[in-house]
């Protein structure tokens, strides 16, 4: 289930994202705190996916001043491949139709391209 994430989830987030550091980079060194900053920022949407009570995919959108671009950053855990396709559909309709797109994509994971 794609959904927002609410700021007392920032350490199950940074979790997330480190387990994805971790496989794909050999560390990972997001914190909570780092987490939790993201909430307050005006110009980034961010969205979890959840599978039986555990957070399995993380994704956000940026925005530029004049709306005009938008960039996704859109990570799974490694225990489950697949679980961030559900992401795309809702961050391409945060972006708007007439809005210039661009993904951030893992280097050396093909089931992300």
């Known amino acids: 289930m794609v959904r927002e994430p609410h700021p007392?989830?920032?350490?199950?987030?940074?979790?997330?994202?480190?387990?994805?550091?971790?496989?794909?980079?050999?560390?990972?060194?997001v914190t909570a705190a780092t987490i939790e900053e993201w909430f307050g920022y005006d110009d980034v949407d961010l969205r979890v996916v959840e599978d039986r009570g555990a957070l399995v995919a993380y994704g956000d959108i940026g925005r530029s001043a004049d709306e005009t671009k938008a960039w996704f950053d859109v990570r799974e855990h490694p225990e489950h491949p697949g679980a961030a396709e559900p992401l795309w559909p809702v961050l391409e309709d945060l972006a708007g139709e007439a809005v210039i797109r661009r993904a951030i994509v893992g280097g050396g994971d093909e089931s992300l391209r």
């Open 8 to 29: 007392s989830e920032a350490a199950a987030i940074a979790a997330l994202l480190n387990a994805e550091a971790l496989a794909r980079h050999g560390e990972g060194d």
